[in-house]
């Protein structure tokens, strides 16, 4: 059994260690959504085909498949209540919220 954990990321600094740009809030928000999308995708379909803004993946396959049924559950965390709370009503997903305002909570 597994939980996959997913965040929109938020600390500048790891971002700079791995020499990526740290886009705007509402761009992390949707690259989300659409990770969450194509790991469900992979999960349960033979061959995944997801069209996004940000991400594609086409014809792609994942083995073995999750043990779990329909998938792993996926935990969001986010500080964003309008837009975390509607990813995960449109993805069924668990979700936290996490504040990042003292630095992790982890």
């Known amino acids: 059994r597994v939980e996959v954990g997913l965040g929109a990321g938020w600390h ?3 971002h700079k260690q791995y020499g990526l740009p740290l886009p705007p ?3 992390r928000m949707r690259r989300l959504e659409e990770a969450c999308q194509i790991l469900k995708a992979l999960w349960t379909e033979k061959r995944a085909t997801v069209e996004g803004t940000y991400y594609q993946v086409r014809e792609a396959f994942h083995e073995p498949k999750p043990v779990q049924r329909p998938h792993p559950p996926i935990v969001l965390g986010t500080s964003g209540e309008k837009v975390g709370l509607r990813i995960t009503a449109v993805q069924q997903l668990i979700r ?3 504040d990042t305002s003292f630095g992790s909570t982890w």
């Open 12 to 14: 500048e600094d790891e």
């Open 25 to 27: 809030l509402g761009e």
């Open 96 to 98: 936290f919220r996490c």
